[in-house]
C-alpha cells in the first residue's frame, strides 16, 4: 500500500513551472524540462547501476522507510555518468552500522550510529561497513569503513523524538 499511495504506479512526473518575463507558462521551456527529467528517470541513467528507473528507486525507499524505518540514497555527480552529470546510488542502511559510538573526534565531531556529527550535531559523514580493506577510509576496532559525505546522503526517516538519529521501522511507532 505504500509503494501504491506514496509513489503511485506511475511514479513521480515532474511539473515545470518556468515562466516568461510577462508571467505567463513558458510552455516551450516547461515542455522541455519535462522531457528532460523523464528522460533521466529512466533506469539506465539515473540509477549508478542502471538498473533502476526513478520509480524502482523511490519504491524501494518506501519499502525501506516502512520496513527498516529509513532510507538511504547517494547523490553521485560525473560527466562520465550520463549527459547530466547527476544519478542517484541506492545504498543499504544496514551497512551503516547502529552500535558504531565514538566521542571526542577532532573539531567536536562525534559518531553516533554510524554517522559522524559536528559538535553542532549536523551530519558531516556517514560510515559504510566495507569487508574490503583496501577500499577502506577508515579502520576501528578492526572494521573497516567507508566514508561518504552528508551533503552527498539523502537520509530519510519519521523523526519521533527530537534529536532521533536514525529511523525505527512504522509498526514499531
Known sequence: MCRQNIVGHQGIALQGQARDPDGTLDERANDAIEADFKAWSDRRICDV???????????????????????????????????????????????????FKQDRLPGGHFIRQGIEYNRWGRPAQYLFNTLDPGEADYTYGGRHYIKVPAEEVLHGYLEDLVGQRRGLPWMVT
Open 49 to 99: 547501476t542502471g538498473k533502476r528507473s526513478l520509480r524502482q528507486i523511490l519504491n524501494r525507499a518506501v519499502d525501506d522507510a516502512a520496513t527498516n524505518g529509513e532510507f538511504m540514497l547517494r547523490m553521485v555527480y560525473g560527466a562520465d555518468l550520463n549527459r547530466w552529470g547527476f544519478a542517484l546510488q541506492v545504498l543499504d542502511p544496514q551497512r551503516c552500522p547502529v552500535d
